[in-house]
């Protein structure tokens, strides 16, 4: 699929019947002639099981199989970012060469500090999902949280206007100065003082 001159390939993992994943030879040759001819702005690739590894044993039985062969597909092409989850908690590694970025689950996280006594421990916290912004020689992937926690501190939508009449100069002065008024302003209120 084409978004702009960006290209998204979307990848089907899983394996009917297991948790673990795979993409065949099949998929793997279709994925190499799509790459052949490089997107605009580059590809992105999404698929359920990231080829990475995890630090938590039990995942580790059920990832992706086959990462070689994958890896020899997508190293030197035009993908600058593949997208994937499965492992419920996010994380961020590399894979032949390109950034990977994992998105938790918006139903249970697994704590990745958990008591040594368990071999897998899953809350119903840090749930998330992930956004990601596409710049010409970038590639951002941040995290949303779904928590319900209570604000510590926002600014107003009217702080726009006071912004943009402001000079680059005066913008810096303001917002990276720690001892400006705007500054010691935020301190006070997150501090509760």
Same mark, same amino acid.
């Given at each position: 699929?084409?978004?702009?001159?960006? =290209?998204?390939? +979307?990848?089907?993992?899983?394996?009917?019947?297991?948790?673990?994943?795979?993409?065949?030879?099949? &998929?793997?040759?279709?994925?190499?002639?799509?790459?052949?001819?490089?997107?605009? $702005?580059?590809?992105? %690739?999404?698929?359920?099981?990231?080829?990475?590894?995890?630090?938590?044993?039990?995942?580790?039985?059920?990832?992706?199989?086959? $990462?070689?062969?994958?890896?020899? +597909?997508? @190293?030197?092409?035009?993908? @600058?970012?593949?997208?994937?989850?499965?492992?419920?908690?996010?994380?961020?590694?590399?894979?032949?060469?390109?950034?990977?970025?994992? /998105? #938790? #689950?918006?139903?249970?996280?697994?704590?990745?500090?958990?008591?040594?006594?368990?071999?897998?421990?899953?809350? #119903?916290?840090? %749930?998330?999902? /992930? %956004?990601?912004? +596409?710049?010409?020689? &970038?590639? +951002?992937?941040?995290?949303?949280?779904?928590?319900?926690?209570?604000?510590?501190?926002?600014?107003?939508? /009217?702080? @726009?206007?006071?912004?943009? /009449?402001?000079?680059? #100069?005066? =913008? =810096?002065?303001?917002?990276?100065?720690?001892?400006?008024?705007?500054? $010691?302003?935020?301190? @006070?209120?997150?501090?509760?003082?």
């Amino acid at each position: 699929m084409m978004l702009g001159d960006l =290209r998204l390939i +979307v990848l089907d993992s899983s394996v009917p019947g297991y948790h673990h994943g795979e993409l065949t030879t099949a &998929q793997l040759s279709w994925l190499q002639a799509e790459l052949a001819t490089p997107a605009p $702005q580059g590809t992105l %690739l999404a698929l359920h099981h990231p080829p990475i590894p995890t630090p938590i044993d039990l995942m580790g039985l059920i990832e992706l199989d086959n $990462q070689p062969a994958f890896a020899e +597909v997508i @190293r030197g092409t035009d993908v @600058r970012g593949v997208l994937g989850g499965h492992l419920h908690y996010s994380t961020f590694s590399t894979f032949a060469g390109v950034p990977v970025s994992v /998105s #938790a #689950a918006s139903c249970y996280n697994i704590d990745l500090v958990a008591d040594s006594s368990k071999i897998l421990s899953a809350k #119903a916290n840090s %749930l998330s999902s /992930s %956004l990601i912004h +596409v710049y010409p020689d &970038q590639v +951002v992937f941040s995290l949303v949280p779904m928590d319900d926690v209570p604000e510590l501190n926002s600014f107003d939508a /009217s702080y @726009r206007s006071v912004i943009e /009449s402001m000079s680059p #100069a005066e =913008r =810096r002065e303001m917002f990276s100065n720690k001892e400006s008024d705007f500054n $010691q302003g935020v301190d @006070r209120t997150q501090s509760g003082f």
